[in-house]
């Protein structure tokens, strides 16, 4: 039986609910925030439990040992987690060079960065949580401890990943992956329950030593034993300085709603610099060529600006004010006319990810989301935990000149971004696109789905999506409006038709209508994407 295949269209429509709502990219971990919720928790703590439970059910995409970011509706207020965590203190341009490397290695002890979001949970569920961690991370330890059957697109990646890796990851100490992640010397197959007793043993220790344990304890001390075995540059002193940071989230006005993004050394900034720029247009129609031109071509400008100076915010050479100037965005798009361009990075004024919603009846609201970076990431599984640390340093440049060069203790340009929507003094509610630099691409068809072509949730989600890859080239899906590709390509776009869906990113939208205070979901139709709702 081909679970991959559905030859007949379907349509999904939107969720409604009222009492809570989870919105995510698979179901199991969906039905774990959902029972916090029931429980008497809050939204907070059923984006934890959601988090958590994707770590495991998830794997193809996130783990113990990445990052994430957080932006949190509560007591009206928005609030800015940042839980990326820093290059090893120890680590340079020189020493990379030293092995012999022209560039940052996608797999290995370099790549990798101290893991963020052990300590993004521990952090949310102290601030703002209601029940205990040891209560809100028990349904992702009941998943690891005894199992779950892969999902059909689950099942698809994992297998993937698992080919690749048996063709790059060379060395001893990649063996503890395949022995996690590919026991018996295969990927489980869809249906195939997989479980991880060490993955149990080490969300176990983070709920119950809130996180001590991870950083400053016995797990810290096995992840700084294994990179030392292997010559790797972190270190348990890395570990235990690590502590997330709370941040202001930044913002645009778009036509009378104000979109949020977290700061830098998130790529968020992206997505409000291209709406800064699109905002001075009107646009009438969805389908229409020039709709997609002009969203194209203010998504490359914005997209080469990023490229060019997002890092750790106090290391950039543009400030973020500068970057989001209406001046500024007067000035970029002044640039766009009726052919594509070929977009260069301009001179501003001076100044495999997972993604969860949730919402509770008490008006809280989280935009959530936490990766590995590549897939399952750096291929390295500190033995015995079940932990696959993240390969989030491959973005560090190794350019002495660059904004974002490799520096010991800095954080790099980061890909993951959750997104927010306010209109006034209200919550709209959080949205986002998972799926490396498609996320702020993403975020902008999202928003302007919704606000300049009125679309519902899902239907905003579900819409034709487009790529801007590099230089004019286009990548769009198989549903997009061929006339219209036609169009574009004879203004200069190069358009390439990309079969995998998966490669347009992967969203999830709640909002809330403030007079009845009623939730409209929408969730991914390109993975299995899950709202649970009551």
């Given at each position: 039986?081909?679970?991959?295949?559905?030859?007949?269209?379907?349509?999904?429509?939107?969720t409604?609910?009222?009492?809570?709502?989870?919105?995510?990219?698979?179901?199991?971990?969906?039905?774990?925030?959902?029972?916090?919720?029931?429980?008497?928790?809050?939204?907070i703590?059923?984006?934890?439990?959601t988090?958590?439970?994707?770590?495991?059910?998830?794997?193809?995409?996130?783990?113990?040992?990445?990052?994430?970011?957080?932006?949190v509706?509560?007591?009206?207020?928005?609030?800015?987690?940042?839980?990326?965590?820093?290059?090893?203190?120890?680590?340079?341009?020189?020493?990379?060079?030293?092995?012999g490397?022209?560039?940052?290695?996608?797999?290995?002890?370099?790549?990798?960065?101290?893991?963020?979001?052990?300590?993004?949970?521990?952090?949310?569920s102290?601030?703002?949580?209601?029940?205990?961690?040891?209560?809100?991370?028990?349904?992702?330890?009941?998943?690891?401890?005894?199992?779950?059957?892969?999902?059909?697109?689950?099942?698809?990646?994992?297998?993937?990943?698992a080919?690749?890796?048996?063709?790059?990851?060379?060395?001893?100490?990649?063996n503890?992956?395949?022995?996690?992640?590919?026991?018996?010397?295969?990927?489980?197959?869809?249906?195939?329950?997989?479980?991880?007793?060490?993955?149990?043993?080490?969300?176990r220790?983070?709920?119950?030593?809130?996180?001590?344990?991870?950083?400053?304890g016995?797990?810290?001390?096995?992840?700084?034993?294994?990179?030392?075995?292997?010559?790797?540059?972190?270190?348990?002193?890395?570990?235990?300085?690590?502590?997330?940071?709370?941040?202001?989230?930044?913002?645009?006005s778009?036509?009378?709603?104000?979109?949020?993004?977290?700061?830098?050394?998130?790529?968020?900034?992206?997505?409000?610099?291209?709406?800064?720029?699109?905002?001075?247009?009107d646009?009438?129609?969805?389908?229409a060529?020039?709709?997609?031109?002009?969203?194209?071509?203010?998504?490359?400008?914005?997209?080469?600006?990023?490229?060019s100076?997002?890092?750790?915010?106090k290391?950039?050479?543009?400030s973020?004010?500068g970057?989001?100037?209406?001046?500024?965005?007067?000035?970029?798009?002044?640039?766009?006319?009726?052919?594509?361009?070929?977009?260069?990075?301009?001179?501003?004024?001076?100044?495999?990810?997972?993604?969860?919603?949730?919402?509770?009846?008490?008006?809280?609201?989280?935009?959530?989301?936490?990766?590995?970076?590549?897939?399952f990431?750096?291929?390295?599984?500190?033995?015995?935990t079940?932990?696959?640390?993240?390969?989030?340093?491959?973005?560090?440049?190794?350019?002495?000149?660059?904004?974002?060069?490799l520096?010991?203790?800095?954080?790099?340009?980061h890909?993951?971004?959750?997104?927010?929507?306010?209109?006034?003094?209200?919550?709209?509610?959080?949205?986002?696109?998972?799926?490396?630099?498609m996320?702020?691409?993403?975020?902008?068809?999202?928003?302007?789905?919704?606000?300049?072509?009125?679309?519902?949730?899902?239907?905003?989600?579900?819409?034709?999506?487009?790529?801007?890859?590099?230089?004019?080239?286009i990548?769009?899906?198989?549903?997009?409006?061929?006339?219209?590709?036609?169009?574009l390509?004879?203004?200069?776009?190069?358009?390439?038709?990309?079969?995998?869906?998966?490669?347009?990113?992967?969203?999830?939208?709640?909002w809330?209508?403030?007079?009845?205070?009623?939730?409209?979901?929408?969730?991914?139709?390109?993975?299995?994407?899950?709202?649970?709702?009551?």
């Amino acid at each position: 039986m081909d679970y991959l295949s559905y030859p007949y269209g379907s349509q999904r429509m939107t969720t409604v609910a009222s009492k809570g709502m989870v919105a995510t990219s698979q179901p199991l971990a969906a039905q774990a925030g959902l029972d916090m919720l029931k429980q008497g928790g809050n939204a907070i703590d059923a984006a934890i439990a959601t988090a958590a439970a994707l770590t495991v059910v998830e794997p193809t995409s996130n783990g113990i040992g990445g990052d994430a970011f957080a932006l949190v509706w509560t007591k009206g207020k928005l609030h800015g987690l940042n839980g990326s965590g820093p290059s090893p203190k120890s680590i340079s341009v020189d020493k990379v060079k030293e092995r012999g490397y022209e560039e940052i290695p996608k797999f290995g002890w370099i790549p990798v960065t101290v893991p963020g979001a052990p300590g993004a949970w521990v952090e949310l569920s102290e601030r703002f949580g209601k029940l205990p961690l040891t209560d809100v991370l028990k349904p992702a330890i009941d998943y690891a401890e005894n199992g779950y059957p892969l999902s059909p697109i689950l099942g698809k990646f994992w297998k993937s990943a698992a080919k690749r890796y048996k063709e790059v990851l060379k060395g001893e100490e990649f063996n503890h992956w395949f022995e996690t992640f590919a026991p018996d010397g295969k990927a489980p197959e869809i249906g195939e329950i997989w479980k991880s007793k060490g993955h149990a043993a080490t969300l176990r220790a983070i709920a119950e030593t809130k996180g001590e344990s991870f950083y400053r304890g016995e797990i810290a001390q096995k992840i700084a034993a294994f990179s030392k075995q292997y010559n790797g540059f972190l270190t348990k002193e890395d570990l235990a300085a690590y502590q997330p940071e709370w941040v202001d989230p930044i913002s645009v006005s778009y036509r009378g709603y104000d979109v949020w993004e977290i700061p830098p050394n998130g790529q968020g900034l992206v997505a409000l610099m291209a709406l800064n720029i699109l905002k001075g247009y009107d646009f009438k129609e969805m389908d229409a060529v020039d709709t997609y031109h002009k969203q194209l071509e203010a998504m490359k400008l914005a997209f080469t600006d990023g490229q060019s100076y997002i890092t750790e915010e106090k290391h950039m050479s543009s400030s973020v004010k500068g970057l989001l100037s209406d001046s500024y965005a007067k000035e970029r798009r002044a640039l766009i006319g009726d052919e594509a361009i070929q977009p260069e990075p301009g001179t501003p004024p001076k100044g495999g990810t997972v993604y969860l919603a949730t919402a509770d009846n008490e008006g809280n609201m989280v935009s959530f989301i936490q990766s590995n970076y590549m897939g399952f990431g750096s291929g390295l599984v500190v033995p015995g935990t079940g932990i696959a640390l993240q390969n989030r340093g491959h973005n560090f440049s190794l350019d002495s000149n660059h904004d974002n060069t490799l520096q010991g203790g800095k954080r790099t340009y980061h890909t993951i971004i959750p997104g927010f929507l306010t209109k006034g003094t209200q919550a709209i509610g959080p949205f986002g696109v998972m799926g490396g630099f498609m996320q702020p691409q993403g975020h902008v068809q999202v928003i302007m789905n919704t606000i300049d072509f009125h679309l519902n949730p899902q239907a905003a989600l579900d819409a034709p999506r487009w790529q801007w890859m590099e230089g004019k080239k286009i990548m769009v899906e198989p549903t997009f409006p061929a006339h219209v590709a036609e169009a574009l390509a004879r203004k200069g776009h190069e358009i390439e038709v990309q079969l995998e869906r998966g490669a347009f990113g992967r969203g999830q939208i709640i909002w809330r209508d403030h007079e009845t205070g009623t939730l409209f979901g929408g969730t991914e139709a390109r993975t299995e994407g899950t709202i649970a709702a009551y």
